[in-house]
């Protein structure tokens, strides 16, 4: 994976025990070294892999809110360089993190950088944790490392998409917050950034144009199946790439005629499909399953099994499995062995 580092930048933030927040920023830009490179290539990866990240842009309701983004546009336009956009960057985070009570430090890390024909701004609260490490004298030592594995507050900005298309809701990315503290309480909002695009809303939409085509198409229950499970592939491949969904591309590859059936079907609908959808692991994955969860019971199977190993009865609110799985089988035959003893 190859990365073009034009400017990268870290500056520390801490909390002082008496809840102050400060931050130490650096006077200059990052080398691009081996080493940095690498970093950011990681980030990178880390990043395209995780799931269920939000999409937004950013916001102006007229009370300054978009004082980081003009800070970026200047430094865009060259009027202003690098390292005085990252210092009032980290101005506005240490600001915002003064609103809250909650300890956080860490490196904040502006990166931009090209990857293939698209250029990022990489913004990420990256946390530090002590290890313990051996030398080349084999002497036990304990230092510090960046925890990229754990990546949670991080957004990307897609600066080639938001000059292209200044009135998009998507161009900036977002890792969704751990549970309990959501990453828009600080992160989002001292970029001035509001959530827009509905990732989750996009693929219930393409399951729906699917399954409609499907039916419109008057194929039968094993070319369903068959259908269902091409889209899957195709949007999975996608997926495990970091690659976004093209609705067009799609088409292509599961229709077998040269009109691009599906994507005409789902213009003509009126489906308002996105051209390119982040593809969402969970949602999709009911291409191929059926899962639900409730009043401690949960219940998963492959569509294929309906009216053959799983019948469904939806009158009497009955569920029947025909063939027990195995491990859950031999677990019921202990305990009900134990229960009779």
């Keep these: 994976m190859s990365v073009t580092i034009k400017h990268i930048i870290l500056h520390q933030i801490n909390t002082t025990s008496e809840g102050d927040v400060t931050f130490e920023a650096r006077d200059e830009v990052l080398s691009p070294t081996q080493d940095v490179e690498l970093l950011v290539s990681e980030l990178h990866r880390i990043y395209n892999t995780k799931q269920g990240k939000g999409y937004g ?117 977002f890792i969704r917050g751990r549970a309990g503290r959501k990453v828009s309480d600080f992160f989002l909002d001292f970029m001035g950034c509001k959530e827009g695009f509905n990732v989750k809303e996009q693929n219930k939409k393409l399951l729906h144009a699917v399954e409609d085509y499907c039916d419109a198409s008057d194929l039968n229950r094993s070319e369903k199946e068959q259908y269902r499970e091409k889209v899957f592939n195709y949007c999975k491949d996608k997926i495990d790439n970091g690659e976004e969904i093209g609705v067009k591309q799609l088409s292509q590859q599961i229709s077998d005629d040269s009109q691009q059936g599906f994507y005409q079907y789902a213009a003509k609908q009126g489906y308002e499909l996105e051209e390119e959808i982040p593809g969402d692991r969970a949602t999709l994955r009911q291409l191929k399953k059926f899962s639900g969860t409730g009043n401690g019971v949960s219940v998963g199977f492959e569509q294929k099994h309906i009216g053959e190993r799983v019948i469904v009865d939806l009158a009497n609110d009955t569920l029947t499995i025909v063939g027990i799985p195995p491990n859950l089988r031999e677990q019921l035959t202990r305990r009900l062995e134990t229960d009779h003893d």
Excluded: C
């Excluded at 956009?85 to 506005?92: D, M, Y």
């Excluded at 313990?132 to 998409?161: F, G, K, P, W």
């Design 57 to 173: 842009f950013f916001v102006d309701d007229g009370e300054g809110e978009r004082v980081f983004a003009r800070a970026l546009s200047n430094y865009l336009d060259q009027d202003n360089d690098f390292v005085a956009f990252s210092k009032q960057a980290i101005k506005l985070l240490q600001t915002e993190l003064s609103k809250y009570n909650f300890a956080e430090q860490g490196y904040l890390m502006l990166a931009n950088y090209t990857h293939i024909a698209s250029h990022y701004l990489f913004v990420a609260l990256i946390s530090p944790k002590d290890s313990i490490a051996v030398n080349d004298d084999l002497d036990v030592r304990s230092n510090q490392h960046l925890e990229l594995n754990n990546l949670q507050l991080a957004a990307r900005i897609d600066l080639t998409m938001w000059q292209a298309e200044p009135d998009s809701q998507r161009f900036i990315s």
